[in-house]
């Protein structure tokens, strides 16, 4: 008697359902290790655990992924939604949802398009924020005692830096190393600029002038670290005056949108931070003989307006002169004023007591005339006295002034010696040999020449002292 299908059926073996996901999954795991698979991401979610979980997506179909946490911090991007990326990974189910899914170890982004999509669309965002606003950038301070510089220490950039700036004028320079390319430049290039923002002026480790972040030419994805965001955030915020130097002159990151410069090549930024040391000099030269020039137009025209009030100041001996003669006149009108007023009284009350036939009253009216001409006389007498002793006394002042007055003195046979700018010539080490002085006399001036060195040690010839006669008037000098 044969089997029915029913039994034949019962035959096949029967699996349990962890069994049957176990055969799956070490199938699949076989059948494909490692494989690259190229999508775009969707809902990317970082759990508290650190696994980030996402799903890779294209036209048609949908694959669960997972990055373990140690794998986030190898990975050369972060997942954000919509990026196309190309993963790298081993394919594994999920035996708790019957379901495939892929674990991550890599991510790459599909290709220039996509970085450049990457690109415009943190561009836009982060013009939004106002980080690239022209109006928060500050000016590059003129001569900066301090450059700070942020790149590889090894390479040419940093090479080509020192020597621009060594050439031009020679600057102390604090140099941060970091990476540039690759995993974890990023970051190390926003820590090199916080860095040296936190510097004090007054620490050990001085703060600089001005930043120079710089590396040198390489593809799109040899320059992305520059257009990270850490790197973006900390250049918009440092308080020193940043230029960025990335890349060659076509080469554009967002780096150099923050900085305060965008410099085409490192060379460059070490020129735009310290000027020429030689072009310097003759513009100071410059503003220091336009300088010159001014002031001596200045005095030129402050001697002439001197000149001018000297001119106008009349002379000494002449005020005096001017001044005694009113005093005499004074002292005259003061002597006989009085003295004819009261005979002009004294008649006129005669001619009254003629009049009035008044004898005894006339005599009395004498004695009194004559004891007030005898108070006026007295008067007179100490009025002429205090007026001479004033003429007297205006005389010695004038005598005094008269004595100090530096035309006096030339009168008397000196003479005053200046050199070509009319400058005093005080002693015999202003007026060197071959030198060309100015002699002025009380009556004019003449022009002279030193023909030869003074005799500092010269001895003094004996003079005979010439013996003065009753009579004559000997020299005060």
């Known amino acids: 008697m044969s089997d029915t299908p029913s039994e034949a059926a019962h035959n096949l ?29 969707s809902q990317p979610k970082v759990a508290a655990s650190g696994h980030c979980y ?44 019957s379901s495939y899914q892929i674990i991550i170890e890599s991510l790459e982004l599909a290709g220039v398009g996509a970085l450049l999509k990457l690109l415009e669309e943190r561009r836009q965002k982060l013009t939004a924020e106002g980080l690239f606003e022209e109006a928060r950038k500050k000016p590059l301070p003129y001569l900066p005692r301090i450059i700070g510089v942020v790149t590889s220490p090894t390479g040419a950039v940093i090479r080509d830096i020192l020597h621009r ?42 703060r600089p002038d001005v930043l120079i972040v710089a590396r040198g030419g390489g593809s799109l994805e040899d320059l992305w670290a520059f257009n990270e965001e850490v790197v973006v955030r900390a250049a918009a915020a440092s308080t020193i005056p940043l230029i960025a130097a990335v890349g060659h002159e076509t080469d554009w990151t967002l780096i150099d949108h923050a900085a305060d410069k965008r410099a085409p090549t490192p060379t460059a930024a070490a020129e735009l931070a310290v000027p020429v040391r030689l072009d310097l000099m003759a513009h100071v030269q410059q503003r220091a003989t336009r300088l010159m020039q001014a002031v001596g137009r200045m005095l030129s025209e402050l001697k002439i307006h001197l000149d001018g009030l000297v001119r106008g100041i ?4 002449a005020v005096v002169a001017e001044k005694e003669q009113t005093l005499d006149g004074l002292i005259g009108r003061l002597t006989t004023g009085p003295r004819a007023l009261l005979q002009a009284k004294a008649q006129d009350l005669g001619i009254l007591a003629a009049r ?9 009216l004498e004695r009194q005339t004559q004891d007030v001409v005898r108070v006026h006389d007295r008067m007179a007498r100490a009025a002429v006295r205090a007026l001479s002793d004033a003429a007297n006394l205006v005389a010695g002042l004038g005598a005094r002034l008269e004595s100090v007055s530096p035309r006096k003195v030339l009168e008397r046979g000196y003479a005053m010696v200046t050199d070509a700018d009319d400058t005093p010539i005080t002693g015999v080490a202003a007026a060197p040999a071959g030198s060309t ?14 023909d030869g060195a003074p005799a500092d040690r010269a001895p003094k010839a004996a003079t005979k002292r010439k013996t003065s006669t009753p009579g004559d008037q000997g020299n005060l000098f």
């Open 13 to 41: 073996p029967a699996f349990t359902v962890s069994e049957l996901s176990a055969s799956l999954k070490r199938m699949v795991e076989d059948n494909f290790g490692y494989v690259r698979v190229r999508g775009e991401i």
């Open 54 to 97: 996402l799903r890779l997506k294209d036209e048609t179909a949908v694959i669960d992924g997972i990055v373990w946490r140690g794998s986030m911090g190898k990975i050369k991007i972060k997942p954000e939604e919509g990026m196309d990326v190309i993963a790298t990974g081993r394919l594994t189910t999920y035996p708790g949802r």
């Open 165 to 206: 700036v060594q050439d031009r004028f020679p600057r102390h320079v604090l140099v941060w190393p970091v990476r540039v390319q690759g995993e974890g430049a990023a970051e190390e290039v926003a820590a090199a600029i916080t860095g040296f923002n936190a510097l004090r002026p007054e620490g050990d480790i001085p």
């Open 314 to 317: 009349p002379r000494l001996d």
């Open 356 to 364: 009035l036939n008044l004898g005894a009253f006339a005599r009395d």
């Open 437 to 450: 002085v100015s002699i002025e006399f009380f009556d004019g001036k003449v022009s002279a020449r030193i």
